[in-house]
Each structure stands twice: as C-alpha cells, then as structure tokens.
C-alpha cells in the first residue's frame, strides 16, 4: 500500500501547485522588498520617535536643573551682598533693608520694562507690521494650499476627454 519510505501524509498531499507566472513571481517579489523596506521605514521612525520622546525628557530636565542652579547662584550671591552689607553697615537689619530696597528697585524696574514692551507692542506701526506680517503669512498658507488643489484640479482636468 505504501512505500516504506514515504509518510502518510506525503501520500495523501495533493500535487504542488504549477509555477506561476514570472510576471505574478516579480510582482510578489516586489511587494515583498516594498514590504521590507517599509518595515524597516517604520522601525526608524519608531526609534527615531523614541529618541525624540526621550531627548525631551532630558531637556526638560536639564532645563529643571539649569533654573535651580540659577536660583541657588542668585541665592549665594544675595547672601555674599548681604554679608558685605552687614560688614559695611555693621547691622544685620541695614543689611536686609538695603537688600530688600535692591530686591524691590529690581523688580521695579522689570514691570517698567514689561510695561514699556506692551506700549510698543501697541504702537500703530508695531500693529500695522504684525498685521502685515500675519497677512503675509496667511497669504502664503493660502497660496500653499491653492497650489497643492490647483495640482489636483489638473489631474482631473487631464482626466476629462
């Protein structure tokens, strides 16, 4: 019944299918390839995406770090001005007074700049070049947006007999 040599469900198998044709063969070989090559596109993006997520992270905590140390320098230097003060004037409380006068003349002196930045941010010619500006830019997304239609809309044209 069978030969020794041969299973049983050799036996039973039905015969392989006949060779394709070469144009099916180098079709599926293509879609094969464009399937590699765009796996391979999306693992890139996927770590690319990662690296991006965690760059992120780390200047977020860089910046964290940067904005402490910043303030612990301000903190020291207030407190060396306040020991030479104390020294000058020979009292700790002259010493906090004339650091709270300088603490309350530097914050002064940013509301005036802040203040003096939103008189120009108001002036006529400042509106009139960020209207213009924004104008322009709008005009340029339009322009970007009807170009890309206006390519669409010649495809159909081309279509039309």
Known sequence: MHDE??????????DPAPPSSGLLAEVGQLARAVKRLFGAQMQLLAAELG???????????????????????????????GVLLAA????????????????????????????????????????????????ETLHKAEAGDAAGRGNRRDDHQEERP
């Open 88 to 135: 000058w004037f020979g009292s700790w409380i002259w010493a906090l007074l004339a650091l709270a006068l300088l603490q309350v003349l530097f914050l002064l002196g940013a509301i005036a700049l802040f203040r003096r930045c939103m008189h120009w941010m108001s002036l006529p010619v400042t509106r009139s070049e960020w209207s213009a500006m924004m104008r």
């Open 5 to 14: 040599g041969e299973s049983p469900r050799a036996a039973a198998a039905p």
């Open 51 to 81: 690296l991006a997520r965690s760059a992120i992270s780390w200047l977020l905590l860089a910046a964290l770090a940067a904005t402490v140390a910043g303030v612990a320098l301000g903190l020291t230097l207030l407190g060396l001005v």
